[in-house]
């Protein structure tokens, strides 16, 4: 049983699916820390929710799916004014936090260096 193919099948199978996990884990999309000219503190009156994995969700607009976990979304951004969302699903919410604050400072949307 143990020598048998198809049980080394599954066990490739299963090697796989672990490293693309710890792949996604570590990649920068789960925890991508921002530039440091947008990590600092936001000067303006900041509200910040800390919300469960379906509000955050309905909040932020955004679609889940198998490989995409909603962490946090900046809502409202003007230079007086953000509000900030961060799902009790994080993995590590005062990342997202500094994440979101730094949309909250100008930091666009698809990430720039
Ligand atoms: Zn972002």
């Known amino acids: 049983?143990?020598?048998?193919?198809?049980?080394?099948?599954?066990?490739?199978?299963?090697?796989?699916i672990a490293t693309i996990l710890i792949a996604m884990m570590c990649s920068k999309?789960?925890?991508?820390?921002?530039?440091?000219?947008y990590d600092h503190k936001f000067p303006g009156n900041l509200t910040v929710l800390r919300l469960?994995?379906?509000?955050?969700?309905?909040?932020?607009?955004?679609?889940?799916?198998?490989?995409?976990?909603?962490?946090?979304?900046?809502l409202v951004m003007t230079k007086?004014?953000?509000?900030?969302?961060?799902?009790?699903?994080?993995w590590h919410p005062e990342v997202t936090l500094r994440h979101e604050i730094a949309h909250c400072?100008?930091?666009?949307r698809d990430h720039p260096p």
């Open 29 to 37: 999309a789960f925890a991508q820390m921002p530039p440091a000219r």
């Open 80 to 90: 007086t004014r953000c509000v900030v969302v961060v799902s009790d699903a994080s």
């Open 1 to 16: 049983m143990f020598f048998n193919p198809d049980f080394n099948r599954v066990k490739v199978f299963v090697v796989i």
């Open 52 to 74: 469960d994995r379906v509000e955050t969700v309905k909040r932020c607009g955004s679609t889940p799916s198998l490989f995409r976990i909603v962490f946090g979304c900046a």
């Open 105 to 108: 400072n100008g930091w666009p």
